[in-house]
């Protein structure tokens, strides 16, 4: 792994490296690269380390600005004094393979549009990889930063879906756990209604229209009508456009189709490994949310704390629906900071006692 350092705080665009390895995936061996960033300092005993893992468009800048002053993703809670405190915490984001905006000059990525080592594009050739591919690929990061575990693994979305992974695979390597609008499967919006409509709307619609599908979805009518009513929504799709792979779109919708927490280990022997292991999940849904019905993860949550799991569950209502994830993070922020401090209560508090960052000891 190579690694330039650029930036020690939470206000730049962090420190960039690239995981170089030959990952075994799904039908061989692969020269894999991957781009991440770091932001904060390791402690003598490394013990301060949280990986934070990106959503479906997102990349590893989730923190900081871009060169061309774009916020992180989720630079409202990652900085010096925010929840995810950089002053205290060091905090690592990787782009997955098949990273949708691979076109992105500071986007480091390895999936079916990025260069074959026999000349063209990977194309089909490329293996269909899965969750379990990515968790290894991820758990590299230990291997090269000399870290036992992570104090924290985090993320929305299809973030949240790899948070919950590294809870299922390995709950020994990332005792507090925190996934914001996801389930512990895709359910039958995912399963039975995005990816059919994504598929069908790619050969015709191509990738602007692609985009429009998951726009739709992620904020629904009320979040496209408070994003572009004074916006041209055609101007914001063809500079997504710009940076964007439609095969990697497809690509990553296949993955996340596949994601069930019940097939990597059922949920009675879940639930009691995530007790001996001593884990701390805090989930997070959203009321509304296009992609992930808050029910599916209110049942999760209502199961695992029966059986002993220290599990918080927290949902609240946003204009954005599944894009509050990223754009309206007031109402978890001080949750997230309550579980890596391990002061995060058994019952969420009320939204507006969460959003003021105050959260009872438990």
């Known amino acids: 792994m190579r690694q330039r350092e650029e930036a020690a705080g939470g206000s730049g665009e962090g420190a960039a490296f690239t995981l170089a390895v030959n990952a075994t995936l799904k039908g061989g061996v692969v ?16 013990d ?5 893992c990106h959503y479906y468009t997102g990349t590893a800048q989730v923190a900081g600005r871009a060169r061309d002053g774009t916020p992180g993703w989720w630079a409202s809670l990652i900085g010096p004094g925010r929840a995810v405190d950089t002053g205290r915490y060091f905090v690592v984001a990787l782009n997955t393979l098949s990273n949708v905006q691979m076109r992105d000059p500071a986007v480091v990525t390895t999936g079916p549009d990025t260069p074959h080592p026999g000349g063209g594009t990977w194309g089909k050739r490329f293996p269909t990889w899965d969750f379990a ?11 090269h930063f000399g870290l036992e575990r992570w104090h ?15 809870a299922a695979r390995t709950p020994e390597l990332a005792p507090r756990v925190a996934a914001v609008a996801t389930s512990p499967c895709a359910g039958p919006v995912l399963r039975d209604a995005f990816g059919p409509l994504l598929r069908e709307v790619a050969p015709t619609g191509g990738l602007e229209g692609a985009l429009r599908l998951i726009s739709l979805f992620g904020m629904g009518a009320d979040g496209l009508e408070a994003a572009f009513r004074e916006a041209d929504f055609g101007a914001y799709l063809r500079a997504r456009a710009q940076a964007a792979s439609l095969a990697h779109i497809l690509d990553i919708a296949r ?32 009321r509304g949310d296009g992609f992930f019905p808050a029910r599916e993860m ?13 599990h918080t569950h927290f949902e609240y209502s946003s204009v954005w629906g599944h894009l ?7 109402p978890f922020a001080g949750l997230l900071r309550g579980l890596l401090e391990d002061t995060l209560p058994a019952a969420a508090p009320p939204p507006d006692l969460a959003a003021a960052g105050e959260v009872p000891h438990a």
Not at 257 to 279: I, K, S
Not at 324 to 330: E, G, L, N, S
């Open 324 to 330: 509050a994830c990223v754009q309206d993070t007031a």
């Open 152 to 166: 924290a693994v985090m993320g929305p979305s299809f973030g949240g879906m790899q948070a919950l992974q590294w």
């Open 255 to 286: 993955v996340v189709g596949t994601h069930d927490l019940a097939e990597v280990t059922p949920y009675p022997e879940l639930f009691a490994r995530w007790r001996g292991a001593g884990l701390r999940l805090l989930t997070v849904n959203i």
């Open 31 to 46: 020269p894999v690269r991957l781009g991440g960033r770091t932001w904060g300092q390791l402690t003598e005993a490394r």
């Open 133 to 143: 591919d990515l968790h290894a690929l991820q758990r590299e990061l230990l291997r």
């Open 48 to 52: 301060n380390a949280v990986l934070v």
């Open 298 to 310: 209110r049942a999760f949550a209502d199961a695992s704390r029966a059986a002993g799991v220290a």
